[in-house]
């Protein structure tokens, strides 16, 4: 039989309890974890949103010219339509102004055209300008001088100076009818006021008109010399404030 007290005995003792205390200390986080999780969530908890939209007058103007040539020689189309978007590009440079009227050249593309038995019968080209800009009587009586281009497309747009003049103010607007929102809450539920715990405030892209597609220069304008009647419509900027609030 052996001899309970001996030395060796009292070690191995030893270790085992210094083994269990690890254990156990290392088992703690976890426990304190797992009473965390399963604990209930806060109570008295609302979700809320509010939204305000400022609308303005579209103040961006975007005309896209557009021409096709076709023919049975690559060089000689693209040399058309270069002669073409030259011309133009020369008419419209007379009306430039930084920031105010912008003109840039859009797709330019030449592509083969295939016949009955698969090999090239021809070649077709197409070439764009775009004219845009916040000076629209200085655009529409560009327009109207430009005569080997034909007007494609027409599009309003809100330009980024307008749509950040107004951005700080409606989403003050917001906020404020958020707040306005978790007042008469807490006070229906008969609560003294309410705490804060989450929120977020967006905004909206705000998109133009759709655009008007001109399908002849002649939709557009009936002498060389006529602008390009046009008229703005509207756009909305918008701030979206959504949270969660507790109410005590």
Known sequence: MSNRNSPRSAAWQRHFAAAMLAALAWMAPASAQTVATLAPPPANVVALSATATI??????LMVVFNTTREGSDAAVVQGQLRQALEAALAEARRAVRPGEVLVRTGGFALQPRYGQKGGISGWQGHAELVIEGRDTAAIAQTLGRIQTLTIGRVAWSLSREAR???ESEVAAQAIARFRARADEVARQFGMSGYALREVSVSGNEPSGAPPVVMMRAQAARSAADESLPVEAGKAQV???VSGTIQLK
């Open 55 to 60: 609308e303005l007058t579209m103040d961006w």
């Open 238 to 240: 918008t701030s979206t």
């Open 164 to 166: 950040e003049k107004v």
